[in-house]
Each structure stands twice: as C-alpha cells, then as structure tokens.
C-alpha cells in the first residue's frame, strides 16, 4: 500500500461515519462545504478562466470545489483515489443538483488519454504527493491533459509549524516524515525508527521551480496558491 493511500482511506471513512463534510472538518477548522479553504483563491481566478470550460480536479476529496465550478457553469471531472471520497461527493453533488463527473483513480497512476482540459485544477492535493517520482508523474499528467490553466493549492513551508508528536521535517527537501512502527512500502529509517512520507511542503521559491521544470509556466503566485500554464520546449 502507497505512503499515502491510508491516512486517506481513515479520514474518508470518518467523514462518511460522523456525518462530516470535507477534510478540515477532522481537525477542528471552521470551513463548511461551501465556504471551503480555496474557494477564494478560486473566485480570484475565474477572470482568466473560459465560462463554461472543461475541468479535470484530482484529488477532489469530497468535491466542494468541483461543485463550486459546477454550479458556476464549468464541466468538471473530478478523480480521487479512495472510494469514499467519490461516494460522498456524489451525494453532496445530488444535493446540490450539479452534475460533476466524479470517478476513482490516482493520479500517480493516470492512464494516458487524448482528452484535454480547459482547467486543472489541485485542492491541497500535492502536498501529499511527496517523492520525486510521484511529483513527476503527477505534473507529467498535469501537462498531458492541460489545454489551458494549472491552478494549485497546497500548503508551503512555514517557519512557525512544528514538526513533534513522530513527525520529523528535512529542510533540504522539503519533506515531512511520520513515524510508524516498523518497515513497510515507501518507508525510511532515521536515527533506528522508520518513517513514511507523510507532506511536501516546500519553500514557494522551491515550488515555482519545481513546476516551471516541469514545463508548467507560472503566471500568477502567492505562497503556494498559483496558476501556470503548459510551455512546451
């Protein structure tokens, strides 16, 4: 099983289990299923976007701003690598009478395809796409479906967070570890523990870099809020 896959597959059966409505919802937070913590970074950026274009958001979790977009017009698929993710945003799209295209997939797994985008569209998903090669595939498939506008949320370095409780931050890379109790898939050993990739959380710098590497040219920042687009060499 893939570092990330569990932490989500737990969440996503609690929200189902306690009647709760999207991630922030598990720690506390004051978002609600509309007002959720993109969703003014996405309202900054529909100027630039085409009324009623095509959209792919990964990682949609349970859909709060694939419907945002569809309400406003837009025709979004939506994937999202645990099944309850998908079945709860379906249910929230039938409340809300919208039509988003929801289906089970992982993005670090995408299969190749000839369709295109207008938008595609990250919700704080990156951030827990941590290794080198799953960022890689992850931004391959960005530049594979993109036809217009990348645009990212994901949570950056911050020189307040603590790392304590088992968790342990390389400053080199960028990475957050989580400790676990012995070997598994992914997992590193440190000081005699072993640890699993747990976030990315890069400097914004480190992460402009890293997309214009990968082709995606940046055209509008602030932290590690950003819209790109696809430059090819």
Partial sequence: ????????????????????????????????????????????????????????????????????????????????????????ARGFARERGVHVNFSVQDVCAFP???????????????????????????????????????VLSTAVHDSERVYDGGFRYDPRTGICYQEIAGPAEDAVRFDGSWYLPHRRHLRPEALRD????????VVEQEGGDLVARYQAR
């Fill in 112 to 150: 190749a395809g000839s369709k295109r985008y207008d938008v595609v569209l990250d919700s704080y998903c990156l951030q827990s796409i941590v290794t080198d090669a799953d960022r890689t595939r992850v931004l391959q498939a960005v530049r594979e479906r993109l036809d217009g506008y990348y």
């Fill in 1 to 88: 099983m893939r570092y990330y896959y569990a932490e989500h597959q737990t969440a996503y059966r609690r929200l189902r289990e306690e009647g709760l409505t999207q991630w922030n919802d598990l720690f506390g937070e004051s978002w609600t299923f509309d007002d959720f913590p993109n969703r003014e970074f996405l309202e900054s950026v529909l100027g630039r976007l085409p009324a009623g274009g095509s959209v792919l958001e990964y990682g949609c979790g349970t859909g709060p701003a694939a419907c945002f977009l569809a309400e406003r017009g837009f025709r979004v698929d939506a994937i999202d690598l645990i099944p309850e993710a998908i079945e709860l």
């Fill in 210 to 217: 890293e997309l214009e590497r990968a082709g995606l040219h």
